[in-house]
């Protein structure tokens, strides 16, 4: 019998301040691929922002995976192959360039197959 795939598409869209971070948690149902796009923000489109995914435990999230970038219109910037299920976290964090509360927008893209 063929695994059937499921895949769960998470929008995250808030305002950034100057200096300033967000964050969303999220579960992994199943192990699967995990991929995260930093898609745009506004009203500056090209601002290289700290872009993390990482543990959350209930209460914090963790990054264990950073990345420095500005926002793609395809592909993404960071992908878990592997990721185990459980409860995991994305974070965007201003590393100095935003000078006006924003509004930025990512996807995450969780994959997973059953047996």
Wanted: glycine share 8%; hydrophobic share 40%; aromatic share 8%.
């Amino acid at each position: 019998m063929t695994p059937v795939q499921t895949t769960r598409d998470v929008f995250f869209s808030t305002t950034i301040q100057p200096g300033g971070f967000a964050w969303r948690s999220f579960k992994v149902e199943r192990a699967g691929k995990v991929t995260v796009q930093y898609v745009s923000i506004a009203p500056t489109g090209d601002l290289v922002m700290r872009v993390s995914v990482g543990t959350f435990d209930g209460t914090n999230c963790t990054p264990t995976t950073v990345l420095d970038t500005a926002p793609q219109a395809t592909g993404p910037q960071i992908t878990l192959e592997n990721g185990a299920a459980g409860h995991y976290c994305v974070q965007v964090q201003d590393i100095g360039n935003v000078v006006q509360i924003s509004l930025f927008a990512l996807t995450i893209l969780i994959t997973t197959s059953a047996s």
